[in-house]
């Protein structure tokens, strides 16, 4: 199975400003059948179930605010946030789908310094 | 409103049995691939198994294989996770969700808590 590697596992962020959450992948991720590369980031807020924030490395879903970014191919994926805000706090998670077999991050948690 | 309830979680015994159910509304639940995925207390999340719309595809994570079993049932708009032969470490939220293969894990449920213990 492939393995996701998040780093740092712990990101404690002042309000207003950018945050960084790298996350690594033990194979390519873009497929070969398509040509898709299928990385998504998700949050999971205190006490909610998780929720999508970007799907296929960089498109963010309706609803999501822009302040959130993704990059990144192949191995190698990064989710920005430009400028945090209380109500971003909780764990991100990266999660492959380029095998049926799909595996998550151990994911990292944000809290406000 | 898209709703995705599960059911069927809590306390047996190490060895034991468990159904896991979750209806849904408020979307095309046979267009759709679902997913559980569980979270251990204090972990992160662990994808369990999916199963695609026609619901003859289905893979899960190998500690659950030969364990678990993930249906569907398209007429029903529901979704089923058959457990047996339950470990201390399946200890979990078990969630119900709802995706697709370009657009990622879309819905949500809220969780069922299974505990296994003596």
Redesign the interface.
């Known amino acids: 199975?492939i393995v996701m590697t998040q780093t740092p596992l712990s990101l404690p962020v002042t309000p207003g400003e950018p945050a960084s959450i790298s996350c690594r992948s033990s194979q390519s991720l873009l497929s070969s059948d398509d040509g898709?590369t299928y990385l998504?980031w998700?949050l999971?807020k205190p006490g909610q179930?998780?929720?999508?924030l970007i799907?296929?490395v960089s498109?963010r879903?309706s609803g999501v605010p822009d302040r959130f970014s993704a990059s990144g191919s192949g191995t190698d994926f990064t989710l920005k946030i430009s400028r945090v805000e209380a109500e971003d706090v909780g764990?991100y998670?990266c999660?492959q789908?380029v095998e049926?077999?799909?595996?998550?991050?151990?994911?990292t948690k944000v809290e406000i310094k | 409103e898209v709703q995705l309830v599960e059911s069927g979680g809590g306390l047996v015994q190490p060895g034991g049995s468990l159904r896991l159910s979750c209806t849904t509304s408020g979307f095309t639940f046979p267009n759709y691939w679902m997913?559980w995925?569980r979270q251990a207390p204090g972990k992160?999340?662990?994808?369990v198994a999916?199963i695609k719309q026609d619901g003859f595809?289905k893979?899960?994570?190998?500690s659950v294989k030969d364990r678990f079993t993930i249906s569907r049932d398209n007429a029903k708009n529901s979704l089923f996770l058959q457990m047996r032969g339950l470990r201390a470490d399946d200890t979990a939220i078990y969630?119900c969700a709802a995706g697709s293969?370009?657009?990622?894990?879309?819905h949500?449920?809220?969780?069922t808590l299974v505990t296994v213990s003596s």
């Open positions: 199975d898709n998504d998700y999971q179930s998780p929720q999508l799907y296929m498109h879903p764990v998670y999660m789908r049926f077999r799909w595996t998550f991050g151990q994911g | 997913i995925v992160g999340l662990e994808w999916n595809e893979y899960s994570v190998d969630y293969v370009v657009r990622g894990i879309l949500w449920g809220q969780g």
